[in-house]
């Protein structure tokens, strides 16, 4: 195969891989200069060549930190940096697929932004696209890529060097002739296989006439010339250039790929296209501006090496003055201006500096902003930089030190602003509660904030409602922001509202008062609020929705940056997912949570959350193992006043005590639980915890339960939860097989399932018509296959399977192909007679009353008894 | 993650699935020369087993594509022609819009792969 000498083994690998169904990725890792995007190129070529649509995407450092900005290419216009990019980018492919299998090359993915790697993720998981995809040893790669190879979609392909027999091929293709032994062997000799280094020393040789040309052949005159290794090859590349090219290398090299305009001011741009020609140097397009990069990072590392500390500060400071007098300069370069002067150790105002650190806290980088704000704060410790880098400690999750430097000595709060003493007020009250879970103190400062600036009182209600929603007082939060005020619409009052009617049973009215799932960009509240959203919409009935509003929050949450909010959605979508009966999904996405929310401003009530959520998992699934570890850590944990979403992990608990120690001692916990969710009227959670009895057995001690608190529910959950409550405890079949259906039609389908198998349980108690008992037990069967593996009790003690003789079958699956029983009993040396009593109990088994229905039933059936 | 062919319904469903595919094939002028008749059941049972095995995310499919096909002509309208009934009889066996242009993508891939 032209383009991959030595790699043919490595070519064939890819190519049994995107014939193997069960993988959708490779993933090419190997050295620098190792022949890795070689090796890609030559693969598109091959498949496009095939009948496969190609679409090359590559990661650069430069734009790392931009979502999505590697797929940009592809869309007509630039990003608009909203949901609709990834439509668009997922339109672009879909048209230039034109019917045909889509190969995605990913050069270089260790480069990409988190955004596009989770695309490409996605693309591959969703099979619409194969992904082949380059990374460099030693680098990390996104979470996403590294995911595609834990998921078990991608293999791993390791690029070594080329082998000793593969050499003369590799130097006759790089010279277009062949070279004699001597040179394959003084090739090997000074590099070890590596095609970079080796392509970089034959031209090398062949230019400074070490090699020549006789006979056909490239024969060895003197000794190579070049140094021992690709850095020092390159090295002297460099260093044979002029001042003025190694000036322009030298900016490049500290400052990170510039655009044209701007290093065109700092060096003559002939030199430019001088470095372009000698293939240093390369431009690209990017938001309708030439960018200008090395050609290879090797170049990058050789040349920052050669760098004094010096010169590189000269440098800087010559590309912040450059950029800020620019007249092209855009709002975000404040935060290249800063970090360059900060860099270059000189003129950074504190002004500067905050300003920055403001940029880069809404832009989630925060550990930029702490490192911009710290420098600003230490050389003017105003209260001012103290909030922003408070800010920044806060969204990483340091809470700690967020409290210590609000309340640094050095900071004058008398001097501050009414506008900084408020927002200082707010970051302490968001430390307090959501940090370290203490309410009352949070309240405190809350209010002794609305003494001092009284027109701060509407942010103040909803603060305070959402300390109430958060913990479980929701009639208190409700009283701070009734529906239709003004505080009801700020982002802590959606949260609240959401929260609390939900939890007093209202989803439906929690819905309607908020409206269309609201936009705050980021803020603490966008996570509570995915959250919130996510839990009313199924506590509504909703599920579906529940998960396609989820993944949307979710995907907008990551190619923002947002840790915070990705940790509420994905707590969300895990609930959602547990009660549509994906368990393992479920559990992935609260194991996500957890993950990420250390490090994030949901470090305390985030990790709850997801951890209650695994818990219930966990539990429910009848991997008590995972169970117990979850709930020990989840005892581990402090105190932490916002309890109102760990239901899941209380409810958790008893499931694991139900496996354990039996469903007696689970249902006295439930009891009490459901007691103590009362004076509250936590009735949402309530009537999940009376369910639960139900499911342990005690549907009686449900509904005696149930009637201490009748109350009107809405949406369409609610109330189906408490018709099948009610049902459960009867005895007649029907109205359970009606709640069941009603709960599968919400996306309720655990609860459907084991409801279904109830009502299949009471049909066959009761003696019911054998017919009818089948009937129930198909659609219980029915139900039971759309979910994945549940351990609770209805699972562990009922098997609705069908199960046929194998006489019964052999028959049935005659008739089923179209014989008339005379051919049956033809075949089967039996009597005719025989084949219809057959007959006729395989359509009572199984539910049917004609031949025809019959091979459809058939599938359904169980193995022979 | 349920496979493909857990989404799509299970080997009774592919069994209907097939046989209303070969249905269409043998149907269509394009395509309805490369079907005998007398080999019609053992393909369409050789169908089933593939599809189950290739749609439930099992590393090795039974047959070669390369090999099966070995001794035809195939030209792009035949794929196109061929890709289209399946699709078809997956519609018709009321498989989801999604797990349908899955399993199409999937299969039109390994396709596409065989020459590699």
Same mark, same amino acid.
């Given at each position: 195969?032209?383009?991959?000498?030595?790699?043919?083994?490595?070519?064939?690998?890819?190519?049994?891989?995107?014939?193997?169904?069960?993988?959708?990725?490779?993933?090419?890792?190997?050295?620098?200069?190792?022949?890795?995007?070689?090796?890609?190129?030559?693969?598109?070529?091959?498949?496009?060549?095939?009948?496969?649509?190609?679409?090359?995407?590559?990661?650069?450092?430069?734009?790392?930190?931009?979502?999505?900005?590697?797929?940009?290419?592809?869309?007509?216009?630039?990003?608009?940096?909203?949901?609709?990019?990834?439509?668009?980018?997922?339109?672009?492919?879909?048209?230039?697929?034109?019917?045909?299998?889509?190969?995605?090359?990913?050069?270089?993915?260790?480069?990409?932004?988190?955004?596009?790697?989770?695309?490409?993720?996605?693309?591959?998981?969703?099979?619409?696209?194969?992904?082949?995809?380059?990374?460099?040893?030693?680098?990390?790669?996104?979470?996403?890529?590294?995911?595609?190879?834990?998921?078990?979609?991608?293999?791993?392909?390791?690029?070594?060097?080329?082998?000793?027999?593969?050499?003369?091929?590799?130097?006759?293709?790089?010279?277009?002739?062949?070279?004699?032994?001597?040179?394959?062997?003084?090739?090997?000799?000074?590099?070890?296989?590596?095609?970079?280094?080796?392509?970089?020393?034959?031209?090398?040789?062949?230019?400074?006439?070490?090699?020549?040309?006789?006979?056909?052949?490239?024969?060895?005159?003197?000794?190579?010339?070049?140094?021992?290794?690709?850095?020092?090859?390159?090295?002297?590349?460099?260093?044979?250039?002029?001042?003025?090219?190694?000036?322009?290398?030298?900016?490049?090299?500290?400052?990170?790929?510039?655009?044209?305009?701007?290093?065109?001011?700092?060096?003559?741009?002939?030199?430019?296209?001088?470095?372009?020609?000698?293939?240093?140097?390369?431009?690209?397009?990017?938001?309708?501006?030439?960018?200008?990069?090395?050609?290879?990072?090797?170049?990058?590392?050789?040349?920052?090496?050669?760098?004094?500390?010096?010169?590189?500060?000269?440098?800087?400071?010559?590309?912040?003055?450059?950029?800020?007098?620019?007249?092209?300069?855009?709002?975000?370069?404040?935060?290249?201006?800063?970090?360059?002067?900060?860099?270059?150790?000189?003129?950074?105002?504190?002004?500067?500096?905050?300003?920055?650190?403001?940029?880069?806290?809404?832009?989630?980088?925060?550990?930029?902003?702490?490192?911009?704000?710290?420098?600003?704060?230490?050389?003017?410790?105003?209260?001012?930089?103290?909030?922003?880098?408070?800010?920044?400690?806060?969204?990483?999750?340091?809470?700690?030190?967020?409290?210590?430097?609000?309340?640094?000595?050095?900071?004058?709060?008398?001097?501050?602003?009414?506008?900084?003493?408020?927002?200082?007020?707010?970051?302490?009250?968001?430390?307090?509660?959501?940090?370290?879970?203490?309410?009352?103190?949070?309240?405190?400062?809350?209010?002794?904030?609305?003494?001092?600036?009284?027109?701060?009182?509407?942010?103040?209600?909803?603060?305070?409602?959402?300390?109430?929603?958060?913990?479980?007082?929701?009639?208190?939060?409700?009283?701070?922001?009734?529906?239709?005020?003004?505080?009801?619409?700020?982002?802590?009052?959606?949260?609240?509202?959401?929260?609390?009617?939900?939890?007093?049973?209202?989803?439906?009215?929690?819905?309607?008062?908020?409206?269309?799932?609201?936009?705050?960009?980021?803020?603490?509240?966008?996570?509570?609020?995915?959250?919130?959203?996510?839990?009313?919409?199924?506590?509504?009935?909703?599920?579906?929705?529940?998960?396609?509003?989820?993944?949307?929050?979710?995907?907008?949450?990551?190619?923002?940056?947002?840790?915070?909010?990705?940790?509420?959605?994905?707590?969300?979508?895990?609930?959602?997912?547990?009660?549509?009966?994906?368990?393992?999904?479920?559990?992935?996405?609260?194991?996500?949570?957890?993950?990420?929310?250390?490090?994030?401003?949901?470090?305390?009530?985030?990790?709850?959350?997801?951890?209650?959520?695994?818990?219930?998992?966990?539990?429910?699934?009848?991997?008590?193992?995972?169970?117990?570890?979850?709930?020990?850590?989840?005892?581990?944990?402090?105190?932490?006043?916002?309890?109102?979403?760990?239901?899941?992990?209380?409810?958790?608990?008893?499931?694991?005590?139900?496996?354990?120690?039996?469903?007696?001692?689970?249902?006295?916990?439930?009891?009490?639980?459901?007691?103590?969710?009362?004076?509250?009227?936590?009735?949402?959670?309530?009537?999940?915890?009376?369910?639960?009895?139900?499911?342990?057995?005690?549907?009686?001690?449900?509904?005696?339960?149930?009637?201490?608190?009748?109350?009107?529910?809405?949406?369409?959950?609610?109330?189906?939860?408490?018709?099948?409550?009610?049902?459960?405890?009867?005895?007649?079949?029907?109205?359970?097989?009606?709640?069941?259906?009603?709960?599968?039609?919400?996306?309720?389908?655990?609860?459907?399932?084991?409801?279904?198998?109830?009502?299949?349980?009471?049909?066959?108690?009761?003696?019911?018509?054998?017919?009818?008992?089948?009937?129930?037990?198909?659609?219980?069967?029915?139900?039971?296959?759309?979910?994945?593996?549940?351990?609770?009790?209805?699972?562990?003690?009922?098997?609705?399977?069908?199960?046929?003789?194998?006489?019964?079958?052999?028959?049935?699956?005659?008739?089923?192909?179209?014989?008339?029983?005379?051919?049956?009993?033809?075949?089967?040396?039996?009597?005719?007679?025989?084949?219809?009593?057959?007959?006729?109990?395989?359509?009572?088994?199984?539910?049917?009353?004609?031949?025809?229905?019959?091979?459809?039933?058939?599938?359904?059936?169980?193995?022979?008894? | 993650?349920?496979?493909?062919?857990?989404?799509?319904?299970?080997?009774?469903?592919?069994?209907?699935?097939?046989?209303?595919?070969?249905?269409?094939?043998?149907?269509?002028?394009?395509?309805?020369?490369?079907?005998?008749?007398?080999?019609?059941?053992?393909?369409?049972?050789?169908?089933?087993?593939?599809?189950?095995?290739?749609?439930?995310?099992?590393?090795?499919?039974?047959?070669?594509?390369?090999? @099966?096909?070995?001794?035809?002509?195939?030209?792009?309208? /035949?794929?196109? #022609?061929? !890709?289209?009934? *399946?699709?078809? =009889?997956?519609? @018709?066996?009321?498989?989801?819009?999604?797990?349908?242009? /899955?399993?199409? #993508?999937? !299969?039109?891939? *390994?396709?596409? =792969?065989?020459?590699?």
């Amino acid at each position: 195969m032209e383009g991959v000498i030595g790699r043919e083994s490595e070519f064939a690998a890819i190519g049994a891989a995107l014939r193997r169904p069960d993988l959708a990725a490779v993933l090419i890792s190997g050295d620098a200069g190792v022949g890795k995007s070689h090796l890609l190129a030559a693969t598109m070529r091959h498949a496009e060549h095939n009948g496969f649509a190609i679409v090359s995407v590559s990661g650069t450092r430069a734009l790392a930190d931009i979502p999505l900005a590697a797929f940009a290419a592809l869309l007509p216009s630039r990003l608009a940096g909203d949901a609709g990019d990834l439509v668009q980018i997922r339109r672009a492919i879909h048209e230039r697929a034109a019917n045909r299998p889509v190969l995605l090359g990913l050069d270089d993915a260790h480069l990409l932004d988190e955004a596009s790697a989770a695309l490409a993720h996605q693309l591959a998981s969703d099979l619409t696209a194969f992904v082949v995809a380059t990374l460099r040893t030693g680098e990390v790669p996104p979470a996403a890529v590294t995911a595609l190879h834990k998921d078990g979609l991608a293999t791993r392909l390791s690029l070594d060097p080329l082998r000793r027999g593969d050499l003369g091929a590799f130097a006759a293709a790089t010279l277009r002739t062949g070279v004699t032994l001597e040179v394959e062997d003084a090739l090997w000799e000074r590099t070890l296989g590596n095609p970079l280094f080796g392509r970089e020393l034959l031209l090398q040789a062949r230019d400074v006439g070490s090699i020549s040309l006789r006979e056909g052949r490239y024969h060895l005159v003197g000794p190579f010339a070049a140094p021992d290794t690709l850095a020092d090859l390159v090295d002297a590349r460099l260093a044979g250039l002029s001042d003025v090219h190694q000036r322009a290398i030298a900016l490049l090299a500290v400052g990170g790929p510039l655009e044209i305009d701007l290093i065109e001011r700092l060096v003559d741009a002939d030199a430019l296209v001088e470095l372009e020609e000698a293939r240093v140097l390369v431009a690209d397009d990017q938001d309708d501006t030439l960018v200008v990069r090395f050609v290879h990072p090797v170049y990058a590392d050789a040349t920052r090496r050669r760098l004094g500390r010096l010169t590189a500060r000269q440098l800087l400071r010559e590309l912040a003055t450059a950029l800020d007098n620019s007249p092209r300069k855009r709002a975000e370069d404040v935060l290249r201006i800063a970090t360059w002067r900060l860099d270059a150790g000189t003129d950074a105002t504190p002004d500067l500096l905050l300003q920055a650190a403001r940029l880069a806290n809404r832009r989630n980088d925060f550990a930029l902003a702490e490192r911009l704000g710290s420098h600003a704060f230490e050389a003017e410790p105003s209260l001012q930089a103290a909030a922003t880098v408070a800010s920044a400690f806060v969204e990483q999750g340091q809470y700690a030190k967020a409290f210590a430097l609000l309340h640094d000595e050095r900071i004058d709060r008398a001097v501050a602003s009414a506008r900084d003493r408020f927002r200082a007020a707010m970051v302490e009250a968001t430390i307090q509660f959501w940090g370290l879970g203490d309410g009352a103190s949070a309240l405190g400062i809350i209010d002794r904030m609305e003494a001092e600036q009284p027109s701060t009182a509407d942010v103040a209600e909803s603060f305070r409602a959402s300390i109430h929603a958060a913990s479980s007082r929701p009639v208190e939060a409700m009283s701070h922001v009734p529906v239709g005020s003004v505080t009801a619409h700020t982002p802590f009052g959606v949260f609240s509202v959401l929260t609390a009617l939900t939890a007093m049973g209202k989803p439906d009215t929690a819905l309607t008062a908020v409206g269309p799932m609201p936009e705050f960009g980021r803020s603490t509240s966008s996570a509570i609020i995915g959250v919130a959203y996510g839990f009313a919409l199924i506590e509504t009935g909703r599920v579906s929705e529940a998960l396609r509003v989820g993944v949307e929050g979710w995907e907008r949450a990551m190619r923002e940056g947002d840790l915070h909010a990705r940790v509420g959605w994905s707590v969300a979508i895990g609930w959602a997912e547990l009660n549509f009966g994906r368990r393992e999904s479920a559990n992935r996405w609260f194991h996500d949570a957890a993950e990420l929310a250390h490090n994030s401003a949901a470090a305390r009530h985030g990790l709850l959350w997801a951890l209650g959520g695994s818990l219930l998992a966990a539990a429910q699934g009848g991997d008590l193992d995972r169970a117990r570890a979850v709930q020990a850590e989840l005892d581990a944990m402090p105190h932490h006043d916002a309890i109102a979403h760990s239901y899941m992990g209380t409810r958790g608990r008893a499931w694991l005590a139900a496996a354990e120690r039996g469903n007696g001692v689970a249902i006295e916990m439930l009891q009490q639980m459901a007691a103590d969710a009362l004076p509250g009227s936590n009735l949402a959670p309530r009537l999940r915890m009376l369910m639960d009895i139900a499911r342990l057995g005690r549907p009686d001690l449900a509904v005696e339960l149930l009637e201490q608190a009748p109350t009107e529910y809405d949406g369409t959950f609610l109330p189906a939860l408490v018709a099948a409550i009610r049902a459960l405890a009867g005895d007649d079949p029907a109205p359970v097989m009606d709640a069941a259906e009603s709960l599968n039609d919400g996306g309720f389908r655990v609860l459907a399932a084991e409801i279904a198998a109830g009502a299949w349980q009471r049909a066959q108690a009761r003696g019911d018509d054998a017919r009818l008992v089948a009937q129930y037990a198909r659609r219980a069967q029915e139900l039971r296959e759309l979910i994945e593996a549940y351990a609770t009790p209805a699972f562990i003690t009922t098997r609705p399977e069908v199960t046929l003789s194998r006489r019964e079958r052999e028959i049935a699956t005659l008739v089923a192909a179209g014989r008339t029983s005379r051919e049956v009993a033809d075949e089967l040396i039996i009597g005719v007679r025989t084949v219809e009593s057959h007959l006729a109990r395989v359509y009572a088994k199984l539910g049917v009353r004609s031949r025809a229905e019959l091979s459809d039933a058939l599938g359904l059936a169980g193995a022979t008894s | 993650m349920r496979s493909l062919l857990e989404r799509i319904g299970g080997a009774p469903t592919i069994a209907r699935i097939v046989e209303d595919f070969y249905g269409r094939l043998t149907h269509d002028p394009r395509v309805l020369h490369h079907f005998d008749p007398k080999r019609l059941p053992s393909l369409k049972v050789a169908q089933c087993a593939w599809l189950a095995s290739v749609l439930g995310g099992e590393g090795t499919p039974p047959a070669d594509l390369r090999a @099966a096909h070995a001794h035809l002509v195939i030209t792009d309208d /035949q794929v196109n #022609a061929v !890709i289209t009934h *399946l699709d078809g =009889a997956m519609e @018709a066996a009321g498989v989801d819009a999604e797990v349908r242009r /899955q399993a199409i #993508a999937l !299969i039109s891939r *390994l396709w596409h =792969a065989r020459h590699f």
